[in-house]
C-alpha cells in the first residue's frame, strides 16, 4: 500500500465550478500537510501548508485535513482556466526530512 | 523569492554516459533534495542532504551518486546513464526540517 494515495484523474470542470482534490495516507504519524501545484513543464510550487486537523484558507483555496479518517483535500472556488494544472498533496511527520508525495491529479478547468 | 535553478531543462544523452546535473539555491537552505518524476509514479526521492557533505539515500538511490561541496549546490550524477532513467528530475531545498520545499524548473533528461 502506497503511503499516499491519490486519484491522477484527469478531472475536467467547467470555469466557475468548485474542485474537489483529494488524498488518503496511511501513517497517523504525518502531522504536516501540503498542496503543490506543477503547471505544464515546471516544477511543483507550494499552495497550501497546513499542520494537524482543520481548515485553512488562502483567497479561492481551501485545504482540509480530516486526520481521523487520515484524509485531505484541496477545494477550488470559482475555478478558473488558470488553474489547469497537476496538483499534489504531500505530507510530512514531526521531525522527518522526508516528504510523501501523492502521484497528483491533472485538472483542466474548461472556458 | 526562493530560487532553484538546474543547470539544464533538456539533457539527451547516450547509454553508458556519465550525466551531471546541477542545482543551485540562493536562499541559504540547510535541506536540498534531488527526484525523479514518472508518470503514474509520483515523485521519487532519489538523495537528499542536510548539510554540506552530509548525504542520505532516498527511496531509489541506486544508479545515482550526489555531491554537496557548498551549501548553495547540489550535484546528481548518473555514473552511467542507462534507458531506464529517462525520466524528469527535479531539485528542491527547503529551510529546515518539516518546512515546505521549493523546487526548480526541472531537468528533462532522456537516454538514448
Known amino acids: 500500500q502506497k503511503e499516499v494515495e491519490q486519484d491522477p484523474g484527469p478531472l475536467s470542470v467547467p470555469e466557475g465550478a468548485i474542485v474537489s482534490l483529494n488524498c488518503t495516507y496511511s501513517?497517523?504519524?504525518?502531522?504536516?500537510f501540503m498542496w503543490y501545484r506543477q503547471y505544464s513543464r515546471k516544477g511543483p510550487e507550494l499552495l497550501m501548508y497546513?499542520?494537524?486537523?482543520g481548515n485553512k484558507e488562502d483567497g479561492r483555496f481551501t485545504a482540509q485535513v480530516d486526520k481521523s479518517s487520515k484524509y485531505i483535500s484541496l477545494f477550488i472556488r470559482d475555478s478558473q482556466p488558470s488553474d489547469s494544472a497537476t496538483y499534489l498533496c504531500?505530507?510530512?511527520?514531526?521531525?522527518?526530512?522526508?516528504?510523501?508525495f501523492g502521484a497528483g491529479t491533472r485538472l483542466f478547468v474548461k472556458a | 523569492d526562493v530560487k532553484v535553478t538546474q543547470s539544464s531543462r533538456y539533457l539527451v544523452k547516450r547509454t553508458g554516459e556519465k550525466v551531471f546535473l546541477e542545482c543551485v539555491q540562493d536562499?541559504?537552505?540547510?535541506?536540498m533534495f534531488w527526484y525523479r518524476q514518472d508518470p503514474g509514479l509520483g515523485l521519487r526521492l532519489i538523495y537528499f542532504?542536510?548539510?554540506?557533505?552530509?548525504?542520505e539515500k532516498g527511496d531509489i538511490p541506486e544508479g545515482y551518486s550526489v555531491s554537496r561541496e557548498k551549501k548553495e549546490r547540489f550535484s546528481l550524477i548518473l555514473e552511467s546513464a542507462s534507458t531506464n532513467q529517462t525520466s524528469m528530475y527535479l531539485c528542491?531545498?527547503?529551510?529546515?526540517?518539516?518546512?515546505?520545499?521549493?523546487f526548480g524548473p526541472g531537468t528533462r533528461l532522456t537516454v538514448t
Open positions: 528542491a531545498s527547503s529551510p529546515q526540517t518539516g518546512a515546505e520545499q521549493y
Open positions: 501513517n497517523s504519524a504525518f502531522q504536516y
Open positions: 497546513t499542520y494537524s486537523s
Open positions: 504531500a505530507v510530512i511527520n514531526t521531525g522527518g526530512f522526508k516528504t510523501i
Open positions: 536562499m541559504d537552505h540547510e535541506n
Open positions: 542532504s542536510y548539510d554540506v557533505k552530509m548525504k
